[in-house]
């Protein structure tokens, strides 16, 4: 059953007088009927009517949510009438009304609780982002710099701000309505983004966070919109591929540097180890300057007594050539757990990666050595916070002399380096092998990460192209064509000699297919 309602405006008006009109709002259909008896009692023609340019339909159907919409004539009322019990009666209604009900701000910081958001892996700096995002909405950080400008200018004590960021602008379309939202609204932070010299990467991530908290909207909230605004929106455009790897002396360079700072850091940890007391005295100074200089005393004298004599803890050594030689992510390192680790099998079991799956990493015997040498302080194979590792690979860098090298890149040379020495011991690895090593999981994502040294790839073409230039014959109308028998008897030969005498790598091969496939894989190389 549908239902029009007029909610249109009251007009109260006189024959003679129209400076005498008045208009009242549908719910003051009391003031206009006392302004009507008002005017009549002073004995002018006075007439009260309603307009038709406000009406509001209300349809009740069994089997249906009741629904409720506006029109502005009795025309435009019924036409929609029979339009939703038409669309209705053939499956093809669709309600946009949940979408102009609460503001795109509103359901943001709603999605920012949802369970299912708290379970993401960058689940701490996702919500920092989403949370930036909203408090910009409505000026926040902008009016507290601001502030904070006036009171330095005038030189009165000024309030700390933690946000360590630039104020995003163009942000006010957050607090329309969700199905109000439209594409121009993001083009135009995209933009000011960039002009503020955010990197586009940045800027792109931002983008891939508005688009998973709408699509999490439409199906999970059941919210229908008319246009995802992020349709025909023009992302900023970047190639952010990185290809750096250790070439030359660098890692010879990156390990001693390895070295030196971990002798600081054994020395620092056994002076730390025999300064207890001396702390606990320290209290007693009188001041924060004499407790200072109370503590860097005794830290001279216990120096001192040390020497050279304190146990040397080869924790970043090891862990650079961890990651050099299984290629795992910095993530995987740090939480990597000691009873996660079969040093024996030369194997170490990662139950939660970036993509959510588990792998297991093969170890070679050097990385086997070095591991069994730290000591078992912790649950953690390597006991260090993100932060410290940060600041001391700057200073390994610094001392190495290593420019654009980034800590990840030592997942890129791995990759490079393992994908090699398989290859140039004639036995490669295929693609399935080394994604299973390095935990890809879209062979794009791999061949980011792999990059083949051009000249060991150069050394590869003379050879073949040796073979070739002793074995071309004139074939059909004169074209030169390779025998493929020579160079499968060439490759024969090779095989024959690596079955024969087996390299370290070709029994490296071996136990990591075994440790991939099981005893009986016969995967063939790619």
């Not at 135009?188 to 688009?211: F, K, N, Q, W």
């Not at 360079?253 to 020395?267: G, V």
Request: net charge positive; proline share 4%; with cysteine.
């Amino acid at each position: 059953m549908a239902t029009i309602l007029n909610r249109s405006r009251y007009t109260v008006s006189t024959k003679h007088n129209p400076e005498l009109k008045r208009t009242f709002a549908f719910s003051a259909l009391k003031s206009a009927r006392a302004y009507l008896a008002e005017l009549r009692a002073e004995g002018h023609r006075a007439a009260l009517s309603q307009a038709d340019d406000r009406l509001v339909v209300r349809i009740r159907q069994k089997g249906h949510d009741e629904l409720c919409f506006p029109a502005s004539s009795y025309a435009d009322a019924e036409t929609g009438i029979k339009r939703i019990e038409s669309e209705r009666e053939t499956g093809l209604f669709i309600d946009y009304r949940a979408g102009h009900r609460v503001t795109f701000a509103a359901l943001l910081a709603e999605y920012i609780e949802d369970p299912g958001f708290k379970t993401l892996k960058g689940y701490a700096a996702y919500k920092t982002t989403l949370k930036g995002m909203l408090a910009d909405s409505v000026g926040q950080l902008a009016r507290a710099l601001e502030e904070r400008a006036e009171l330095v200018a005038a030189g009165s004590e000024a309030p700390t701000i933690l946000a360590r960021r630039t104020p995003r602008r163009s942000m006010t379309w957050m607090q329309k309505r969700f199905a109000a939202v439209k594409t121009p609204d993001i083009q135009a932070y995209i933009h000011d983004r960039l002009d503020d010299g955010i990197m586009p990467s940045t800027v792109d991530r931002e983008i891939d966070l508005l688009s998973a908290f709408i699509t999490w909207a439409t199906k999970f909230k059941d919210i229908h919109l008319n246009k995802n605004p992020l349709t025909g929106l023009r992302r900023p455009s970047y190639y952010n591929e990185r290809d750096r790897r250790l070439v030359g002396d660098e890692k010879e360079r990156l390990l001693e540097a390895a070295r030196l700072e971990d002798r600081a850091r054994s020395l620092d940890l056994a002076i730390e180890a025999r300064i207890g007391a001396a702390r606990d005295a320290a209290k007693a100074q009188p001041n924060a300057s004499a407790r200072k200089r109370y503590i860097a005393d005794a830290r001279e004298k216990v120096m001192a007594e040390l020497g050279q004599s304190y146990p040397l803890i080869r924790l970043n050594e090891t862990l650079i050539e961890f990651l050099l030689g299984t290629a795992a992510r910095r993530g995987e390192a740090l939480a990597l757990t000691w009873t996660n680790l079969k040093l024996d099998d030369g194997e170490a079991f990662l139950p939660t990666t970036k993509n959510g799956r588990s792998r297991t990493l093969p170890l070679r015997d050097h990385v086997v050595r070095l591991v069994e040498e730290l000591p078992r302080t912790s649950d953690r194979v390597f006991p260090i916070s993100t932060t410290v590792l940060k600041d001391a690979w700057a200073r390994m860098c610094h001392r190495a002399k290593l420019n654009d090298f980034h800590l990840h890149d030592l997942r890129h040379t791995a990759t490079s380096e393992i994908a090699e020495a398989f290859r140039l011991a004639g036995q490669p690895l295929s693609t399935h092998e080394l994604a299973a090593i390095t935990g890809h999981r879209d062979p794009r994502c791999l061949a980011r990460y792999c990059h083949m040294s051009a000249s060991l790839m150069a050394q590869q073409m003379d050879k073949v192209f040796r073979v070739a230039g002793r074995e071309r014959v004139k074939l059909h109308k004169g074209r030169e064509r390779l025998r493929a028998s020579a160079l499968a008897a060439s490759q024969a030969a090779e095989a024959s000699h690596s079955a024969t005498c087996p390299t370290e790598a070709s029994m490296a091969t071996d136990r990591l297919r075994e440790l991939l496939h099981g005893p009986s894989a016969n995967v063939r190389p790619v």
